[in-house]
Every structure is written in structure tokens, then in C-alpha cells.
């Protein structure tokens, strides 16, 4: 196997090989709740960087499906990222704690709050337009617009977009420090 990827501890790319990989997978009965045969399958990659070596793991829970003799993941229903537990990448230093901190709570919680999520990335732009471009307005719509000359039209369409999305979680233009109540996530069954 050969197959490109990015260590999410030390940011590096490289080609995964069969000496990086470890996939263990077993099988289990559904208990007649999910059609059929169940199959869990957990894969640990070692980075190949020598100055890294950091352990990523993750788990997978599907459908077991049966090919050639083998069993192999069919349908996937959850998936789980074990070891480190969010994909935030590691920012040196230089940023600010504060905007280090939202990003990777922003991260952590995509999935069980993608509302919550999409407000902590709001405050996190926020603070690195205020930090780095020492653009400050009352409303982030104004500061983005202060910006628009200053990065590529792609950038500045990303940034806006989460300026919108973030909109939902956060109490419009007021106040970017405010965030409304968020409904837990229901719990699985
Ligand atoms: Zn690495």
C-alpha cells in the first residue's frame, strides 16, 4: 500500500506504507438491530518523520462485509478520531494563546456541535483579523470589509463564508464575545 498523508501532530506530508500502519478489526453479531454483521475496525499510523514518530489513532464502525474469504468494512456508520482527538493542527508560538485555544476547541467540537463550532471560528477569525491585520471595528462584517483589498478573492470569500456561518451560533454583529445557548448533543443509543 502507498498512500499520501498529513501528520496531524508535526504537519508534515509523506507516504504511508505497510510499516507505518497497524489495522486490527474483528467482527461482532448486530443483535438483530442493524441487518446484519457488525464489524469495528481501529488503525494506528506511526509518522514517519524521524523527528516526529507521533501515534495517530482512529476507529471505525460499519457494516462487515465478506469479500474473497475476508472481511472487510462495508457501510460506515461512525468513525472516531482516538489519538489526537481533533484534526487542529499545532500553531507555533507566535499566535496568540487565545486564538490558538478557540481554534482547537473549534475543532474538538465540529462534530457533536458543529453550532458551537462554527461561533468559536467566528471569535478565532476575529482575533486574527484584530491581532494580525490591527483591524478593529465594532462589527466583524466591517473588519472583513477592511480586509477585502488586502487578501486574494478565494481568502476572502473563505473568511466571509464563516463570518456567515458563524452567524447562526452568535448573537448576529453585536456582540462576537456572546454565545447563545447550544443544545447538547442528543446522546446515542
Ligand atoms: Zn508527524
Not at 88 to 97: E, G, I, N, Q, T
Not at 103 to 115: D, F, G, H, T, V
Amino acid at each position: 500500500m502507498a498512500e499520501n498523508w498529513q501528520c496531524p501532530f508535526c504537519g508534515n506530508n509523506s507516504t504511508l506504507t505497510n510499516q507505518n500502519v497497524t489495522v486490527s478489526g474483528y467482527n461482532f453479531d448486530d443483535n438483530n438491530k442493524f441487518d446484519g454483521p457488525l464489524r469495528i475496525v481501529t488503525r494506528s499510523i506511526v509518522c514517519p518523520n524521524p523527528d516526529c514518530r507521533e501515534v495517530a489513532i482512529n476507529s471505525t464502525f460499519g457494516r462487515c462485509v465478506s469479500e474473497g474469504g475476508s472481511f472487510k468494512l462495508g457501510k460506515v456508520f461512525e468513525e472516531w478520531l482516538l489519538r489526537p482527538s481533533s484534526l487542529a493542527l499545532v500553531f507555533p508560538d507566535y499566535v496568540p494563546a487565545p486564538i490558538r485555544q478557540d481554534y482547537e476547541e473549534a475543532c474538538k467540537i465540529r462534530n457533536l456541535s458543529p453550532k458551537a463550532s462554527a461561533t468559536l471560528s467566528r471569535r478565532c477569525l476575529q482575533g486574527i483579523i484584530r491581532d494580525f491585520k490591527g483591524i478593529v471595528k465594532k462589527r466583524l462584517v466591517d473588519e472583513i470589509d477592511a480586509l477585502r483589498d488586502e487578501v486574494d478573492p478565494d481568502t476572502w470569500a473563505a473568511i466571509d463564508a464563516v463570518r456567515q456561518i458563524g452567524n447562526i451560533g452568535a448573537h448576529m454583529e453585536k456582540d462576537i464575545n456572546e454565545i447563545i445557548d447550544v443544545e447538547p448533543p442528543r446522546p446515542s443509543s
